[in-house]
């Protein structure tokens, strides 16, 4: 029985463990996911320290002329206290020395030699940067699961961390399946075609930060599928397109049951990409996308990319929505759960006039998707949707709502 699209992300979400781990240099970790806390060792900043070019004052001081004769530097270990009636000048991020109450900022004094006039408002611990106030000992400034980029690279610089435990990289294999494709190297004949879906998946799947190889497309026969399948299985992911409907020549699921696939999920209730089918063989997950491009490109945006995220260790592995409208009104045929791509512009929502399962064009224009229920015909402009981005990575630790009403 067909599963519906919440169902399926449920299962991928309960049954999808997260990959084992490995140590590598925080310069290399940049789209990689951490898979413990990071704990603060220290404070950051680590000393009291001053936030401008200016002078470290008393505050019963303000509003008098004061004596400064000493400069603190960035870098400096000062060891001096500060007298009542006296400044010492200071760098931005210079430790603020003993007895020091604010700082006052070198363009709100006047100067005369020695001689430092001070204004009448001071307030207490101003322009001083606190121990700890960016990062505070102890905390986890860094959680397991999350994504990192190049500034979660400074805080963990800034703790003098210089490698990191991250989701070891998922291994992807992938192959076409179809008599009739033929690899884009290739010459073809007027009745063949290219296979044009694992060079796709290859590249979505790199862009993902997986590891992916793909073999040649396999033939439509038992052997050749088995042999596929043998040749794929230390993958973490193998995903196949094609050979999953009813045709006399649709063995993809036959073949993948025969070396031991458990079945995860046999169907899906979406249109288009019904046929997909989930699941494992050990450790490895399968996911068997139709052949028609459009159909496997929107069941890979909704399930494999679920999965990736499922397997890095995110903990934001749910799909984000980004709220917005429709630019125009747009029908569907209605009566299944469906998908509706489209262009977002940062203020609503175009669907893309043709958008049929077995096209190939249509694919690059879609900035997103909409999911929506049976029961709509017709989608109104200016009407409130929920998109799944496609061509920006935002994910969610909640079950966001995600279809459009
Ligand atoms: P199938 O699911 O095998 O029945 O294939 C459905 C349609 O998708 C057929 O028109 C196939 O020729 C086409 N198709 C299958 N695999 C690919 C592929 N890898 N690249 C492009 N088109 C494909
Ligand atoms: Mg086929």
């Not at 004094?109 to 430092?116: H, L, S």
């Not at 699961?145 to 990289?169: D, E, F, K, M, P």
């Not at 990409?273 to 159909?295: F, Q, S, Y």
Request: glycine share 8%; hydrophobic share 40%; net charge neutral.
């Amino acid at each position: 029985m067909a599963s519906s699209i919440l169902e399926t992300l449920d299962i991928i979400a309960d049954k999808i463990p997260s990959l084992d781990s490995e140590i590598i240099p925080i310069e290399n970790a940049v789209g990689r996911v951490v898979s413990e806390d990071y704990i603060a060792i220290f404070d950051l900043p680590r000393f009291n320290n001053s936030a401008m070019d200016g002078y470290a004052v008393r505050i019963n001081d303000a509003s008098k002329t004061v004596t400064s004769s000493e400069v603190i530097y960035a870098g400096d270990n000062p060891t001096m206290t500060l007298q009542n009636g006296t400044a010492i000048k200071i760098m931005t991020g210079a430790p603020i020395p003993n007895g020091c109450e604010a700082i006052v900022p070198i363009e709100n004094v006047t100067q005369d030699n020695e001689k430092i006039s001070l204004p009448s408002d001071i307030q207490k611990d101003h322009f001083i940067r606190m121990a700890g106030e960016d990062i505070k000992k102890g905390t986890v400034f860094l959680q397991k699961g999350t994504l990192i980029n190049a500034y979660t690279i400074a805080s963990l610089a800034s703790q003098g961390i210089s490698h990191i435990r991250v989701s070891r990289q998922i291994k992807v294999a992938i192959f076409g399946t179809g008599d009739e494709l033929r690899p884009h190297w290739e010459k073809i004949e007027t009745h063949q075609l290219y296979n044009s879906n694992s060079p796709m998946f290859l590249t979505r799947s790199r862009e993902l930060g997986c590891d992916v190889r793909f073999i040649r497309t396999s033939a439509d026969t038992i052997d050749a599928l088995e042999s596929s399948i043998k040749a794929t299985l230390d993958a973490d992911i193998i995903i196949t397109s094609g050979g999953v409907s009813v045709g006399d020549k649709d063995f993809t699921k036959e073949a993948f049951t025969n070396l031991g696939m458990q079945v995860l999920i046999d169907k899906i209730d979406i249109k288009p990409g019904r046929p997909t089918i989930i699941g494992t063989i050990n450790k490895t997950i399968i996911v068997n996308l139709p052949g028609n491009p459009l159909a496997s490109m929107v069941n890979y945006e909704l399930f494999v990319r679920a999965i990736i995220r499922k397997l890095s260790g995110r903990i934001d592995y749910r799909h984000g929505v980004i709220k917005t409208v429709m630019q125009s009104e747009y029908s569907v045929r209605g009566g299944k759960y469906a998908v509706v791509l489209g262009k977002f512009n940062g203020h609503s929502f175009g669907a893309l006039k043709t958008q049929m399962p077995g096209m190939v064009s249509p694919m690059q224009e879609a900035d997103g998707l909409l999911l929506i229920t049976p029961d709509i015909k017709i989608l109104k402009a200016e009407q409130a949707v929920n998109m799944i981005p496609i061509k920006w990575e935002f994910y969610s630790k909640l079950k966001e709502e995600l279809f459009s009403k």
